[in-house]
């Protein structure tokens, strides 16, 4: 799997080896791989934009000798801000992890997935059904994973290899806050016209973000129902994670999309920042 570091990828590592499974758990660094490692989790430096890590990851699989079962495409930041403000490079950065990363990382593993008529596992989001204001850049890549996922499910659904998408909501999870940080810096570099169109947007969406972030779902909780999503035998198409994602991708398939855009705007408006009391 990637994006084992931390949170969400971590426990669900943890979680698929308790079940008995072995775990190659894709890491950025040394000292998070160290974290990990146990009788049935080995960690594997893997950074998904770089085509030669892939590369090595295929031959460690290769030379494990043992079939491969799943894929759990996890690996993912957050950058929330303007579409206006956000600059072109974050862009990039942003499709290259969530969107660009995956597509070939599965594409280097289907050739054994299909010998053991496996299955892919993508993580997308509560932002891949519903894109919320400042999170153009985040629901653009998860939506374009929605998208392939349906399709690859489709092309390899008569080879015997199952796709499985998982949509989390709010989960306390360390790419929440490092997403914070990343925004918080985009704020102090907006012009001054800028900053008076989207600064109280951005206290709103930060605001609301650790509110998610305090009232989430645990990982490991989380981790359960993606194990689930990658060990089932006949898995779902799609998998929620938390009341919010649950709730929220079923308004979005029901409402008219005004209506949605003010039910969106009512629950960030009670994060809004209080405007000044005149003396």
Do not use: C
Request: no cysteine.
């Amino acid at each position: 799997m990637t994006g084992a570091s931390t949170g969400m990828g971590a426990a669900t590592a943890r979680e698929l080896a308790s079940r008995g499974y072995h775990v190659l758990a894709g890491v950025r660094r040394q000292a998070d791989g160290q974290a990990l490692e146990s009788a049935r989790i080995r960690p594997v430096i893997l950074d998904i934009t770089r085509p030669e890590q892939v590369a090595e990851l295929v031959r460690t699989v290769e030379a494990d000798g043992r079939p491969l079962r799943a894929v759990v495409n996890n690996a993912g930041i957050a950058v929330n801000a303007p579409v206006e403000v956000l600059p072109m490079a974050e862009w990039r950065r942003q499709f290259d992890v969530n969107f660009f990363g995956h597509v070939e990382v599965t594409q280097a593993l289907l050739p054994a997935l299909l010998r053991s008529r496996g299955r892919v596992v993508m993580m997308s989001s509560l932002g891949g059904r519903l894109a919320q204001p400042t999170y153009g850049a985040y629901s653009g890549s998860k939506f374009a994973l929605e998208a392939v996922s349906d399709a690859l499910r489709r092309e390899l659904a008569p080879h015997g290899v199952t796709v499985a998408i998982v949509e989390p909501g709010a989960v306390r999870t360390e790419m929440v806050g490092r997403g914070g940080v990343t925004a918080r810096r985009l704020v102090d570099g907006m012009t001054a016209e800028q900053e008076q169109r989207y600064a109280g947007l951005m206290d709103a969406i930060l605001a609301q973000s650790e509110t998610f972030l305090r009232g989430g779902v645990e990982s490991a909780q989380a981790a359960k129902t993606i194990a689930d999503a990658a060990t089932t035998r006949r898995p779902r198409t799609r998998y929620t994670i938390g009341r919010d994602a649950a709730l929220l991708t079923r308004l979005a398939r029901i409402l008219p999309d005004r209506v949605l855009d003010r039910l969106l705007s009512s629950a960030l408006s009670k994060n809004a920042p209080a405007a000044p009391t005149a003396h």
